[in-house]
Nanobody, 122 residues
């Protein structure tokens, strides 16, 4: 089992920014697709963004593409999700994942982090 450790969640006002971090073993960061997923209360988990080992980045929607930025720091063995202009509908548990697949829509995770809660109030 891969150890993915997320951090950076919190409670913020609408319009604020947060940056989530996901630390993973070096062989994971360098060799697999890393993704962020989220699960709002009472809803299914869905993809947010992914970054491949070749640096290919995909987002689940245009709205996310315009407000969220996924990045990877190989030296720090960390994947980030910077979230700007947060909205109440972004409230969810956010999960880091590792797996395969060409885009976030087709990513097949084989392991997950424990999740970090993001709550956005209006």
């Amino acid at each position: 089992q891969v150890q993915l450790v997320e951090s950076g969640g919190g409670s913020v006002q609408a319009g604020s920014s947060l940056t989530l971090s996901c630390r993973a073993p070096p062989y994971i960061i360098n060799n697999y697709v890393m993704g962020w997923f989220r699960q709002p209360p009472g809803k299914a988990r869905s993809g947010v963004a992914s970054i491949g080992r070749d640096g290919r980045i995909t987002y689940a929607s245009d709205s996310m593409k315009g407000r969220f930025t996924i990045s990877r720091d190989n030296a720090e063995n960390t994947v980030y999700l910077q979230m700007n202009s947060l909205k109440p509908e972004d409230t969810a548990m956010y999960y880091c994942a590792v797996g395969g697949g060409s885009t976030i829509m087709y990513m097949v995770p084989f392991d997950w982090g424990q999740g970090t809660q993001v709550t956005v109030s209006s």
